[in-house]
């Protein structure tokens, strides 16, 4: 009896050592738009939100570049205890997420699970689009992975997929160019060019987290039939529903409601932007992911 409860009082101790914040990463500021709806439907837990700013933008890298600088982030996260980090950025989900699923993760000695943004907005379109015919605007890096078309494939073979790549966007959304003439001419450019693809779509993912940023500037030129769909909540559904399935990751997570952010670039910079992206004030930290 006695040794039992000296395991209990260990395994209590153990677990208390071992719990840390739920990790939310992107290259820069666009994850904010993923954590917000994070924040607002799970308010309970304790977060993380590491910004990779120093090397924004991922979307014209190369897969070994973005996989590298995805490793670096994600393990900068399980250092400071996370055993649950999400990929707020479409590109990384595209081109590190499974390596580091498949690869890294089965290296680690206790719990860790890294989850993406790509599966939980391509498991659900189908029931947004009647036509059956998507848009993606998306950074060069993610239309180039085919992750899109490919996961849509997966849940709806009935759906065709058709791609734009907007480079440009990302730079402004950084550059706080938001609503400026400059932001308009290529918001107007591409969403023409992604349309006359096809009259029939009557859906257009925003599958850049960055994107939402940009509503204002995306819904003056998007034509009032087409669904723009930004993917905040529903990365924040599925998470909710991911921690109800898994306890053994759940129990891992505290629960304060504490919200930490850091950036690999400078703090007093990312604490004057974010405080426009995530809709209130914050303090950052910066972060030296090369060490
Ligand atoms: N916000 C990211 C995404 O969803 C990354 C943009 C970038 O760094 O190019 O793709």
Known sequence: MENLQRKAIFAER????????IGIFDSGYGGLTVFREIVARLPEYDYVYLGDNARVPYGTRSFETVYAYTKECVEKLFAMNCHL???????????????????DLPLYADLRK???????????????????QIGILA?????KSGSYPIEIQKFFPDIRVYQH???????????????????????????KQLLQQSPDIDTVILACTHYPLLLPLIKRFMPPHIRVLAQGQLVANSLADYLKRHGEIERLCT??????????????????KTTRFYGQPVKASELNVLI
């Open 14 to 21: 153990d677990l208390r050592y071992e719990m840390g914040p």
């Open 85 to 103: 980090v999400v990929l707020a950025c479409n590109t990384a989900s595209a081109k590190a997420l499974r390596t580091i699923q498949q690869h």
């Open 114 to 132: 890294v989850l993406g943004v790509i599966r939980p907005t391509t498991e659900v379109i189908g029931d947004y689009t009647r036509t059956r």
């Open 139 to 143: 950074t060069r890096g993610t239309v």
């Open 165 to 191: 790549a907007c480079p440009l966007w990302v730079p402004l959304v950084e550059n706080n160019e938001l609503d400026s003439a400059g932001a308009a001419y290529f918001v107007e450019k591409d969403i």
């Open 255 to 272: 629960k304060g409601g504490d919200v930490q952010f850091f950036t690999t670039d400078n703090a007093a910079d990312f604490e004057e």
